[in-house]
Antibody, heavy 120, light 112 residues
Framework: QVQLQESGPGLVKPSQTLSLTCAVS??????????WSWIRQRPGKGLELIGYIYYSGSTYYTSSLKSRVTISVDTSNNQFSLKLNSVTAADTAFYYCAREVHGDYYFDCWGQGTLVIVSS | QSVLTQPPSVSGAPGQRVTISCTGSSSNIGAGYDVHWYQQLPGTAPKLLIYGNSNRPSGVPDRFSGSKSGTSASLAITGLQAVDEADYYCQSYDSSLSGSWVFGGGTKLTVL
């Protein structure tokens, strides 16, 4: 059974870069038909797609974050990563990694999530 | 403001049936894209509940069902139980936003 696990600092200073990694177990990240995604949820708010990556390296970023986001994949370690630069308090949120069944457009597996607080 | 519109809250007594609506437009649900539903129990990550409008992943009780018509979709929960108290989100694909997945704003289900 596939499992996803986020890791990274829980506290980031304003204007710095938020960096998170999602380790995938129980499945190969190079499995065809799956896109590997980052989704966030501000406290008390709804879900917001950040972007996704295919194992080949092709990416999609949501327009509102596109200028600040980079998602990369590390196939040798079966993991993918998120970098969000120039963070502000508005980026404080729970960050989830998830597997998307491409073509069917739904997220069938989610990590447990990690809270990142942006504060000095 | 979410692309997909859900009621902020619904409630029901144990054993009752409740429905949660998800209203979209001609660029998402009305364009034929499937609707998916997620359940988020307090303090946990979202979990896939319904995919492809009406399909349940293995392990999801048949008390949960989904449907879609026109530009809207619905999630129905029958035989309501206390453990069903959670936030529920609908999700689809929208062709007007450079091709993007979109979520509803979420509905808080309270079991009275």
């Amino acid at each position: 059974q596939v499992q996803l696990q986020e890791s990274g600092p829980g506290l980031v200073k304003p204007s710095q870069t938020l960096s998170l990694t999602c380790a995938v177990s129980g499945d190969s990240i190079i499995s065809s038909g799956y896109y590997w995604s980052w989704i966030r949820q501000r406290p008390g708010k709804g879900l917001e797609l950040i972007g996704y990556i295919y194992y080949s390296g092709s990416t999609y970023y949501t327009s509102s974050l596109k200028s600040r986001v980079t998602i990369s994949v590390d196939t040798s370690n079966n993991q993918f990563s998120l970098k969000l630069n120039s963070v502000t308090a508005a980026d404080t949120a729970f960050y989830y990694c998830a597997r998307e069944v491409h073509g069917d457009y739904y997220f069938d597996c989610w990590g447990q999530g990690t809270l990142v607080i942006v504060s000095s | 403001q979410s692309v997909l519109t859900q009621p902020p809250s619904v409630s029901g007594a144990p054993g009752q049936r409740v429905t949660i609506s998800c209203t979209g437009s001609s660029s998402n649900i009305g364009a034929g894209y499937d609707v998916h539903w997620y359940q988020q129990l307090p303090g946990t990550a979202p979990k896939l509940l319904i995919y492809g409008n009406s399909n349940r992943p293995s392990g999801v009780p048949d008390r949960f069902s989904g449907s879609k018509s026109g530009t809207s979709a619905s999630l129905a929960i029958t035989g309501l139980q206390a453990v069903d108290e959670a936030d529920y989100y609908c999700q689809s694909y929208d062709s007007s936003l450079s091709g993007s997945w979109v979520f509803g704003g979420g509905t808080k289900l309270t079991v009275l």
